[in-house]
């Protein structure tokens, strides 16, 4: 079933992590950055560091040209990099992130579109790029074909699909998060305000098969030393 962009998740789930992601855009950053209740002490926040790095300079060459499109974009952390490399468009389906996501580029001296879109929304274009940041960690294992497949049709044939994402690693989160029970975590803000979420750590094995399945080749998925997947391919 096609869906039209702007159209809100439809699963209980899904729609609260919108919510979720939408209330935490002030503090979404401070991942990232190992600020306050994600850091782990300096050995722990210097790996993460270390691994954040070798995920930039991964993205950094990956060879995008032309038209690139950046689904569930957040607070456009990775945005920059894709920007400095084609015409980019970046989509959130929660406007909050897209207001920080919108000085990132511009602070560079890069230029961007951006809107809401749900990350299930059926293309309207066939582009030379795709790009999505630990978004796949949040799509059931059952509906990662249908995603993927999505996601080769956002490609003319030969575009090139990105991917990074979360590796399991009790120090990539939260000090405060639960320890992860199942695929349907729960999550705490800064006021303990609290979200289920979907969280799926894909080993890279499932995710080629996937990706093959999904009509990539050239695939390549690898793990950085703890706490990230990276992955990228070819739609044929
Ligand atoms: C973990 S954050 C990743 C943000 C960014 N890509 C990054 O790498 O920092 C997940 C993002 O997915 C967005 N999101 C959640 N469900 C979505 C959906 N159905 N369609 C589009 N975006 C969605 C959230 O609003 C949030 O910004």
């Given at each position: 079933m096609q869906k039209p962009p702007g159209t809100p998740p439809d699963d209980a789930v899904d729609s609260e992590m919108v919510r979720y992601y939408a209330a935490r855009a002030d503090e979404y950053d401070d991942w990232y950055m190992r600020?306050?209740?994600?850091?782990?002490g300096r050995a722990h926040d210097e790996a993460w560091r270390r691994d954040l790095g070798v995920a930039a300079g991964w993205l950094a060459n990956r060879p995008f040209e032309g038209r690139i499109v950046e689904l569930a974009a957040g607070t456009g952390w990775w945005s920059p990099l894709l920007a400095a490399k084609g015409q980019l468009t970046l989509y959130d389906a929660a406007p909050e992130p897209l207001v920080k996501a919108r000085l990132r580029p511009a602070a560079a001296g890069l230029k961007a579109e951006m809107g809401i879109r749900d990350a299930w929304a059926e293309p309207d274009s066939a582009v030379e790029g795709l790009f999505a940041g630990f978004w796949v960690s949040h799509i059931d294992r059952a509906r990662l074909d249908e995603w993927l497949t999505l996601a080769a049709r956002w490609l003319a044939p030969g575009g090139l699909l990105a991917l990074i994402d979360s590796c399991q690693d009790?120090?990539?989160?939260?000090?405060?998060?639960?320890?992860?029970?199942?695929?349907?975590p729960v999550r705490l803000l800064d006021d303990g305000t609290s979200f289920r979420i979907r969280k799926v750590f894909y080993e890279p094995a499932e995710l080629e098969a996937s990706l093959e399945r999904a009509g990539f080749d050239q695939i390549e998925v690898t793990k950085t030393e703890h706490f990230f997947l990276v992955a990228s391919a070819r739609r044929r």
């Open positions: 600020r306050a209740r994600y850091s782990h009790p120090e990539s989160g939260a000090r405060n998060d639960r320890p992860p029970g199942d695929d349907i």
